[in-house]
Nanobody, 125 residues
Framework: QVQLVESGGGSVQVGGSLRLSCAAS????????MGWFRQAPGKEREGVAA???????YYTDSVKGRFTISQDKAKNMLYLQMNSLKTEDTAMYYC???????????????????WGQGTQVTVSS
């Protein structure tokens, strides 16, 4: 049974940092494309960062230079280090997995088959 479990969300002030974690189980993690997505109230789910099975990384423009996606394949863990947080980063953050995602679609939610339950990130001024 595939499971993705996010943790690490919370409330921080503008300029603060958080590190999200995603524990993956039930599939060949090392071969999957993985992504972090977020959804704010009233908005569509958007891709934040993605990492291919080969280790290539992709970021949406608004988080480049502030967020870093990484993984520990030995532990089947995916991470999202978020620095210099802004109020507009406030959202529910989700981890997602897919066997293969076309590279031009890595930051779109539709190709991803498996999703976690989400972890809330709130950034206040």
């Amino acid at each position: 049974q595939v499971q993705l479990v996010e943790s690490g969300g919370g409330s921080v002030q503008v300029g603060g940092s958080l590190r999200l974690s995603c524990a993956a189980s039930g599939f060949m993690y090392s071969m999957y494309d993985m992504g972090w997505f977020r959804q704010a109230p009233g908005k569509e789910r958007e891709g934040v960062a993605a990492m291919t099975g080969g280790g290539s990384t992709y970021y949406t423009d608004s988080v480049k230079g502030r967020f870093t996606i990484s993984q520990d394949k030995a532990k089947n863990m995916l991470y999202l280090q978020m620095n210099s947080l802004k109020t507009e980063d406030t959202a529910m953050y989700y981890c997602a997995a897919a066997g293969f995602v076309p590279r031009n679609l890595l930051l779109t939610p539709d190709p991803y088959k498996y999703w976690g339950q989400g972890t809330q990130v709130t950034v206040s001024s």
